[in-house]
């Protein structure tokens, strides 16, 4: 699943889960001010997994916290590309 696929999943993703339109999710907005909170990010751990067949934990989320964040990092450890993880600026 390429980067661009795995934004636009999420997009859907969010926007069904927070019943919100896919054009409501900023991609470069911070999750947490879309609506996502620590139990969203159990759910969305677990569906992550289920979709991509490999164990993403709550952390990754947490640590890639915008959309476009996260399908790098996903796009990028799917495919076998070890990735940074982000940094505090």
């Known amino acids: 699943m390429t ?8 997009r859907e993703y969010l926007a069904d889960l927070l019943d919100v ?14 609506g996502v909170d620590s ?9 992550l997994t289920a979709h991509l067949g490999r164990e993403i934990r709550p952390g990754e989320i947490f640590e890639h916290p915008t959309v ?13 590309v070890p990735t940074e993880p982000a940094t505090a600026g």
């Open 68 to 80: 476009e964040g996260l399908a790098a990092h996903l796009g990028g450890t799917a495919l076998g």
């Open 39 to 47: 139990a969203t990010t159990l759910v969305l751990s677990a569906d």
């Open 3 to 10: 980067r661009q696929q795995l934004t636009e999943w999420l």
């Open 21 to 34: 339109t896919p054009e409501q999710i900023g991609t470069d907005l911070p999750l947490e001010q879309l």
